[in-house]
C-alpha cells in the first residue's frame, strides 16, 4: 500500500484550513513552526495508529456532507446524521439475549 512515488510535501505545505481541521481532530496538538518539517506521507502514517473509527467516520460524514452541498446547491444548515434506527437496535438486543441462552445451554 506504499505509492509509488511518495509525496515530499511537508506540514508547511498545507493550506491553513487543512491545518486548522488537522489541529481540530482530538488527540493531535501540532504547532506550525515547530513541526513544519514534517513529511505528510510519516504525519498520515503515524495518525493511522492513534486516530479511532468514530473520528474517521465523523471526518467522512462531514466530508461527504460538504461536497453534496456544493453538488446540489444545499444550503449551509444541511447535515447528515448518523444514527439508526432503534427498532434494529431493539432487534439486535433481541438477538443477542437469546444468542446467550443459547450459548448456556450448550455449556
Do not use: C
Amino acid at each position: 500500500m506504499v505509492p509509488q512515488r511518495p509525496s515530499a510535501l511537508k506540514i508547511s505545505d498545507m493550506t491553513p484550513q487543512d491545518f486548522y481541521a488537522l489541529a481540530t481532530i482530538p488527540g493531535v496538538q501540532f504547532d506550525r513552526q515547530t513541526h513544519e518539517n514534517f513529511a505528510l506521507n510519516d504525519l498520515v502514517l503515524e495518525m493511522a495508529y492513534f486516530v479511532d473509527r468514530d473520528t474517521i467516520k465523523r471526518v467522512e460524514l462531514k466530508m461527504l456532507e460538504s461536497k453534496l452541498r456544493t453538488d446540489f446547491g444545499l444550503g449551509e444548515n444541511f447535515a447528515l446524521v448518523e444514527k439508526r434506527n432503534k427498532e434494529l437496535d431493539y432487534l439486535h438486543q433481541e438477538l443477542e439475549e437469546a444468542q446467550w441462552r443459547l450459548a448456556a445451554k450448550v455449556d
